[in-house]
């Protein structure tokens, strides 16, 4: 087993004040702050501000305050509020970066890393979010979500939508403090607006300082929706709110005032409006991009070319409800829309959407017999991508008369874009496509694929059982009920790792295949829970391509590309809300009869859950990294022997004997 090193030297990473406002959160606020000591990243210390607490929060800070010397609680002996919290917690802040939680929420184990990793390699960003996974007591579903990740839209769109979800973010101490000082400046929590103190600050930092906000794609906070939120019990005056700071902030910028509903419209753009209203949101739009771009000196081009992109995109979305409701006035907002030239995706998008051109994916050639195209996502972990490629070539089957294409969809951090390089040349005949837009480059993989099954993998999954591929192809060739082949499954499955539960198996039949396809089993979703219900599943799962392409359109229509194939997250989720609408005829899926493939979860760079099974084992990514060079490989004998209940693994064995690559 892979021992975990002491990961972080204090001198060389920056110390992180984690603010944590606490009030009566009894409930939740144990595992709250046991995630935050569960992270890899250690160089940290909680500001934990009781803002008069009454139900036996005091005595589990306390505890944790004298067991853990990085803790550190303030009392208020009555209740003043989040804001005077917030703020007296930022005063007694010591680190250069501040992190935001909430007392009933939990961190992911990478969270801080992962941000640290981000704000070093960016410095120009002061203000940094991430994606969440959203879940409610007492039930099992979960929700990702993952707003815009690129400046130009975060700043645009913070006008309509917060969209920082706000204890997921990390900033620098110097936006709400004067450099070494503890005075307070003008960027501090305001009780202006209650309930959006955190929506005010960002349009403060927006219209008021050079400071750059963005998000990145991972989902790494785990954000607990009750009856006791705040968006819950105040979610009328939590809206008025956020419409009242928008437009004081709106008309700072601009010099006027928006009316009330214009920004009812738009931040609200599934309601019906009348057209005029609609059509004043499409001016207001194009007068607030227009005055950011003035305004925002700081930002580059590019920046400020993504802030008319998300002014193109809103009045797309505007323009498009209007051909739907008022088709003999909407041609004019149409026409205004097209003179902005938007991209062509775009335009192929929102036209799509009211039928007046093809579908973006839509109709394809006919598809070529016996191929498969594999599509692989992969992020800041070479080293596992290395070992995904290399049991998929050396274990993975392929009759001679099938062929398969491998592309891999990744992204590298500049400190691992060199172990990507090498992964090039170490796999010539695997084509690497660099992330810029995920959303097109899948578009693209897709439309241009005339394979006849599309596979997808993710690249901390290993296989370590020998599989024939083309046991999956003829099941989905033969089976039109069958609407996927899952190879992760097995019969031995019954704990579920996203949703920390146990699972009863579902009644399982033998398919019938010629030799020497393996062994399978089927199974109807209806009933089935967790793992066993989801007929879109992306980390390793075999699809008809016509499906994949048909899920595609569907997402693209509801979401549009950046909103529902942006991230694998998104398109996963996106998926699960639209495949009855794909596999409405194709009530079943498969899987092999043998454990053949496992996720190894010890280094997650999107989102997991503390559970028992991650717990076990969690491994840096630059530790991980350097075993690339290393030549080091994972031990697929040890995960064949030894058999999991879960396709999610907390074991990591590697082979006693480093090899070279490939």
Same mark, same amino acid.
């Given at each position: 087993?892979? +021992?975990?090193?002491?990961?972080?030297?204090?001198?060389?990473?920056?110390?992180?004040?984690?603010?944590?406002?606490?009030?009566?959160?009894?409930?939740?606020?144990?595992?709250?702050?046991?995630? !935050?000591?569960?992270?890899?990243?250690?160089?940290?210390?909680?500001?934990?501000?009781?803002?008069?607490?009454?139900?036996?929060?005091?005595?589990?800070?306390?505890?944790?305050?004298?067991?853990?010397?990085?803790? *550190?609680?303030?009392?208020?002996?009555?209740?003043?509020?989040?804001?005077?919290?917030?703020?007296?917690?930022?005063?007694?802040?010591?680190?250069?970066? !501040?992190?935001?939680?909430?007392?009933?929420? /939990?961190?992911?184990?990478?969270?801080?890393?992962?941000?640290?990793?981000?704000?070093?390699?960016?410095?120009? /960003?002061?203000?940094?979010?991430?994606? +969440?996974?959203?879940?409610?007591?007492?039930?099992? &579903?979960?929700?990702?979500?993952?707003?815009?990740?690129?400046?130009?839209?975060?700043?645009?769109?913070?006008?309509?939508?917060?969209?920082?979800?706000?204890?997921?973010?990390?900033?620098?101490?110097?936006?709400?403090?004067?450099?070494?000082?503890?005075?307070?400046?003008?960027?501090?929590?305001?009780? =202006?607006?209650?309930?959006?103190?955190?929506?005010? #600050?960002?349009?403060?930092?927006?219209?008021?300082?050079?400071?750059?906000?963005?998000?990145?794609?991972?989902?790494?906070?785990?954000?607990?929706? *009750?009856?006791?939120? !705040?968006?819950?019990?105040?979610?009328?005056?939590?809206?008025?709110?956020?419409?009242?700071?928008?437009?004081?902030?709106?008309?700072?910028?601009?010099? @006027?005032?928006?009316?009330?509903?214009?920004?009812?419209?738009?931040?609200?753009?599934?309601?019906?409006?009348?057209?005029?209203?609609?059509?004043?949101?499409?001016?207001?739009?194009?007068?607030? +991009?227009?005055?950011?771009?003035?305004?925002?000196?700081? #930002?580059?081009?590019?920046?400020?070319?993504?802030? =008319?992109?998300?002014?193109?995109?809103?009045?797309?979305?505007?323009?498009?409800?209007?051909?739907?409701?008022?088709?003999?006035?909407?041609?004019?907002?149409?026409?205004?829309?097209?003179?902005?030239?938007?991209?062509?995706?775009?335009?192929?998008?929102?036209?799509? @959407?009211?039928?007046?051109?093809?579908?973006?994916?839509?109709?394809?050639?006919?598809?070529?017999?016996?191929?498969?195209?594999?599509?692989?996502?992969?992020?800041?972990?070479?080293?596992?991508?290395?070992?995904? #490629?290399?049991?998929? *070539?050396?274990?993975?089957?392929?009759?001679?008369?099938?062929?398969?294409?491998?592309?891999?969809?990744?992204?590298?951090?500049?400190?691992?874009?060199? @172990?990507?390089?090498?992964?090039?040349?170490?796999?010539?005949?695997?084509?690497?496509?660099?992330?810029?837009?995920?959303?097109?480059?899948?578009?693209?993989?897709?439309?241009?694929?005339?394979?006849?099954?599309?596979?997808?993998?993710?690249?901390?999954?290993?296989?370590?059982?020998?599989?024939?591929?083309?046991?999956?192809?003829?099941?989905?060739?033969?089976?039109?009920?069958?609407?996927?082949?899952?190879?992760?499954?097995?019969?031995?499955?019954?704990? $579920? *790792?996203?949703?920390?539960?146990?699972?009863?198996?579902?009644?399982? +039949?033998?398919?019938?295949?010629?030799?020497?396809?393996?062994?399978?089993?089927?199974?109807?979703?209806?009933?089935?829970?967790?793992?066993?219900?989801?007929?879109?599943? #992306?980390?390793?799962?075999?699809?008809?391509?016509?499906?994949?392409?048909?899920?595609?359109?569907?997402?693209?229509?509801?979401?549009?590309?950046?909103?529902?194939?942006?991230?694998?997250?998104?398109?996963?989720?996106?998926?699960?809300?639209?495949?009855?609408?794909?596999?409405?005829?194709?009530?079943?899926?498969?899987?092999?009869?043998?454990?053949?493939?496992?996720?190894?979860?010890?280094?997650?760079?999107?989102?997991?859950?503390?559970?028992?099974?991650?717990? &076990?084992?969690?491994?840096?990514?630059?530790?991980?990294?350097?075993?690339?060079? &290393?030549?080091?490989?994972?031990?697929?004998?040890?995960?064949?022997?030894?058999?999991?209940?879960?396709?999610?693994?907390?074991?990591?064995?590697?082979?006693?004997? $480093?090899?070279?690559?490939?």
């Amino acid at each position: 087993m892979y +021992a975990r090193p002491s990961l972080y030297g204090v001198s060389d990473h920056p110390l992180v004040s984690i603010i944590l406002p606490v009030f009566n959160s009894a409930p939740y606020l144990s595992e709250c702050i046991s995630s !935050i000591s569960q992270q890899t990243y250690v160089n940290w210390e909680v500001i934990a501000v009781d803002d008069g607490s009454t139900d036996g929060s005091s005595s589990i800070l306390a505890s944790w305050e004298s067991s853990d010397e990085r803790v *550190h609680v303030t009392t208020f002996e009555s209740n003043k509020g989040i804001v005077d919290a917030l703020n007296t917690a930022i005063g007694l802040c010591r680190g250069s970066l !501040i992190c935001r939680m909430d007392a009933d929420d /939990i961190m992911v184990s990478t969270r801080l890393s992962s941000q640290v990793r981000y704000m070093n390699a960016h410095p120009d /960003i002061h203000v940094l979010g991430t994606g +969440a996974e959203l879940f409610r007591e007492g039930s099992t &579903e979960t929700r990702t979500v993952i707003h815009a990740c690129d400046v130009g839209s975060v700043h645009l769109d913070m006008f309509f939508n917060c969209c920082l979800i706000h204890p997921s973010v990390m900033l620098r101490t110097c936006v709400c403090r004067e450099d070494d000082e503890t005075v307070m400046n003008k960027l501090q929590y305001s009780n =202006q607006f209650p309930h959006v103190e955190d929506l005010d #600050l960002w349009l403060n930092i927006i219209v008021h300082t050079q400071f750059k906000m963005t998000n990145i794609q991972d989902s790494l906070l785990r954000l607990r929706k *009750h009856a006791s939120n !705040i968006s819950t019990m105040q979610r009328q005056k939590q809206s008025d709110a956020a419409r009242a700071t928008a437009q004081h902030h709106i008309c700072q910028l601009t010099g @006027s005032s928006p009316a009330p509903e214009v920004l009812d419209c738009l931040m609200h753009p599934d309601k019906v409006a009348p057209y005029l209203v609609m059509e004043a949101g499409v001016a207001l739009v194009e007068q607030l +991009a227009t005055a950011l771009c003035l305004h925002s000196t700081h #930002l580059t081009v590019t920046e400020r070319d993504s802030i =008319q992109d998300a002014a193109s995109k809103r009045i797309g979305q505007l323009a498009a409800m209007a051909m739907s409701l008022y088709p003999m006035q909407a041609p004019t907002m149409w026409a205004r829309w097209l003179r902005r030239n938007p991209r062509a995706q775009l335009t192929q998008l929102l036209n799509s @959407s009211v039928g007046s051109i093809p579908a973006l994916i839509g109709t394809k050639e006919p598809c070529l017999k016996d191929t498969l195209h594999v599509i692989v996502f992969s992020k800041d972990r070479a080293f596992q991508l290395k070992e995904y #490629l290399r049991t998929l *070539h050396e274990l993975v089957i392929q009759p001679s008369s099938v062929q398969v294409q491998v592309a891999v969809l990744y992204y590298a951090s500049p400190p691992f874009q060199r @172990s990507y390089r090498q992964l090039q040349k170490d796999y010539p005949k695997v084509r690497f496509v660099s992330e810029s837009s995920l959303g097109h480059q899948l578009v693209e993989l897709v439309r241009a694929n005339q394979t006849e099954f599309t596979m997808f993998g993710v690249d901390d999954v290993i296989f370590f059982r020998e599989f024939n591929v083309s046991s999956a192809m003829e099941v989905l060739r033969t089976r039109e009920d069958i609407a996927a082949y899952h190879i992760k499954l097995h019969p031995g499955v019954t704990y $579920s *790792h996203p949703a920390d539960a146990h699972m009863t198996v579902p009644t399982l +039949a033998p398919v019938v295949l010629p030799d020497p396809c393996e062994p399978c089993m089927s199974w109807t979703r209806e009933g089935a829970t967790h793992d066993w219900a989801y007929p879109w599943e #992306l980390c390793a799962s075999v699809y008809r391509t016509q499906d994949v392409a048909l899920m595609l359109d569907a997402i693209v229509t509801q979401h549009g590309i950046a909103e529902g194939l942006g991230h694998p997250n998104r398109l996963e989720a996106s998926g699960h809300q639209l495949h009855s609408r794909i596999f409405q005829d194709r009530p079943m899926c498969a899987c092999p009869r043998d454990p053949v493939a496992c996720a190894i979860t010890v280094n997650r760079v999107q989102s997991v859950i503390s559970n028992r099974i991650y717990l &076990e084992c969690a491994v840096d990514i630059d530790q991980m990294d350097a075993m690339l060079w &290393e030549g080091a490989r994972i031990d697929t004998g040890f995960y064949k022997d030894k058999g999991f209940n879960s396709v999610h693994v907390g074991d990591f064995v590697l082979e006693q004997t $480093s090899k070279s690559p490939p």
